[in-house]
């Protein structure tokens, strides 16, 4: 009896470490990434790819907690990878430096950040940056409210004002492309960290006007309008066309993910990557974003196994860069070390 005992405990044993390095039981994420709600819809594509392909057997946590958020739990180590629809800032730099993580850029395609109105907008389907400039400025707080303050002849409605969070790359980007400095606005509009409840926001109001993701407008046509932005050259609406000729400016940017260089010593993780890079040309366009050149996939996955640690831009943000300055840029010889 005792020997039975013993037997049946120590098939118990067997079977419960077979379970615990199969995943079975206390199944943690094997890759943990977060960060941008904008660059989320390509990550998660090719994570949703990469668990097939691999029979299921391996764990991708996807999260959102916008750039600025991802890039706090990535420089504490807490993540391997960071989705960001902007470059590192220099605090960040600091922050990855302080806690010795490194990390290698590496741009995934180019979004155009789009300004939206409802469907029953009539008015306002282009603008200039001085007037979205007129509309988002932090001297434009309780004092520009009706859209006849941009123009005489629009209506005397007041505007409804949608946007995304301070913790998103997405409200950097915009703010300092129209505005002039990041995180400088006017503080009283409605923000979200989700890009799908702005869209639904501007859907719901004749009179407002938000900014998101180009694949969120996509995604969303018979609900919301993209507005044609002028920068000085005539009104240009965000296309496939307009983001591949430079022609939509300034709200064209290069988005990006950051692998944590320790993190991608583990076997899973460089094979993540690796499968990402071959695999972005087709999932950006699947999920309604700009790819790049092939060549640059390819010049990423030299980087990635050259291990080239470090960021091209310096803490500055890529306001007006077009696709060919960043390949450009990303083709430099060194990286900026930190």
Known sequence: ??????????????????????????????????????????????????????NQTMEIAVNISGSGGGFKKFCQGEIDIVNASRPILKEEIRACKTSRVQYVEIPVAFDALTVAVN????????????????????????KITRWNQINPAWPAENIELFGADADSGTYDYFTEAIVGKAQSSRKDFTESKSDNVLVGNVAASKNGLGFFGFAY??????????????????????????VEDGSYQPLSRPIFIYVNIKAAEKPEIKEFVEFYLKNALLTVKQVKFFPLPPRAYSTMLEHFNKKRVGTVFDGTSAVGLTIDELIRREGRLEFEHH
Do not use: C
């Open 217 to 242: 407008y996509i995604e969303n046509q018979s609900k919301v309008v993209a507005v044609a932005i002028d920068n000085g050259r005539g009104a240009v609406l965000p296309s496939v066309e307009t």
């Open 119 to 142: 469907p029953q907008n009539n008015w306002s389907t282009a603008m200039t940056v001085a007037q979205l400039k007129k509309i988002w400025q932090p001297a434009a707080e309780g």
């Open 1 to 54: 009896m005792a020997h039975s005992n013993q037997r049946w405990l120590l098939q118990f044993i067997i079977l419960l470490a077979s379970g615990i390095f199969n995943g079975q039981l206390f199944a943690q994420p094997v890759i943990k990434i977060d960060g941008s709600s904008t660059v989320y819809p390509i990550t998660k594509a090719v994570a949703d790819k990469f668990h097939a392909a691999k």
